[in-house]
């Protein structure tokens, strides 16, 4: 699986991010720019499926009252069959699926793993400066000082603390949407697995300080868009009239 995802983003890189990136270079505009026309392109090409996904999730959480109903009728161990055989009934009977608001997330990661190896390596982005990056190419030290920190080293990477708030934020926002689908018996059941997800930004913000600084910065975009389009959705999605 994992061998699969490295060849779909060698792809992804050879026949679009490489000609994406080479026609936005050619406007002649800052790599800073280019790096933010590349994302929200990005975004567009991936929109219909996360639109696809969220719908899905809308549906679960205009289903949940539904499924309550049937958890109450059938609280009895020997009963789980049948709940279940119900609960997949209603499933079916309004087109909603447990498993729709995964898509975003399989088919982002070609695209996340895709940019992590193209931004450090491409040639264009080395020496060029952005904001308070003096090299896109390598990590940005705005904040830095003499020892040689645990984990950390000598610097702090902005981009990359930046990085790391925008996938704290998509995080809870994440966990927010399951736990709006979820009954309560559910909720307390995935609520360990919940606060695991947290640590994720933690260890990201670890691994990527001493990484190139465009590529925080794109990741950065690419997560602050992602809260952008979650927060369009969720105000222009009558759930009501959805289901």
């Not at 567009?44 to 679960?60: C, D, E, G, Q, R």
């Not at 790391?164 to 995080?171: E, H, L, P």
């Amino acid at each position: 699986r994992v061998e699969g995802i490295s060849f779909i983003s060698l792809l992804i890189n050879r026949f679009f991010i490489m000609y994406l990136f080479d026609w936005l270079t050619s406007w002649g505009l800052s790599m800073g720019l280019v790096l933010l026309l590349l994302t929200l392109i990005v975004k567009a090409v991936v929109y219909p499926f996360t639109l696809k996904s969220y719908i899905s999730s809308a549906k679960m959480r205009a289903l949940k009252p539904y499924i309550d109903e049937i958890n109450a009728r059938y609280p009895k161990q020997e009963d789980a069959m049948k709940k279940q055989q119900e609960i997949m009934m209603l499933y079916s009977k309004y087109g909603a699926s447990p498993m729709g608001g995964c898509l975003p997330m399989l088919i982002q990661m070609p695209i996340f793993i895709a940019m992590f190896n193209f931004v450090p390596n491409a040639i264009a982005l080395r020496g060029e400066k952005f904001l308070w990056a003096d090299d896109l190419s390598a990590y940005d030290e705005l904040l830095s000082w003499d020892a040689d920190l645990w984990l950390i080293g000598d610097h702090l990477s902005i981009f990359c603390l930046l990085f790391c708030a925008t996938n704290i934020i998509n995080t809870w926002i994440s966990m927010r949407q399951q736990k709006d689908q979820m009954s309560s018996e559910q909720a307390q059941q995935m609520k360990m697995m919940q606060y695991m997800m947290y640590i994720m930004p933690l260890m990201f913000f670890f691994m990527f300080n001493n990484n190139s600084s465009g590529l925080c910065y794109y990741y950065f975009l690419s997560g602050l868009t992602s809260i952008l389009i979650m927060w369009y959705l969720r105000k222009t999605t009558d759930d009501k009239k959805l289901l």
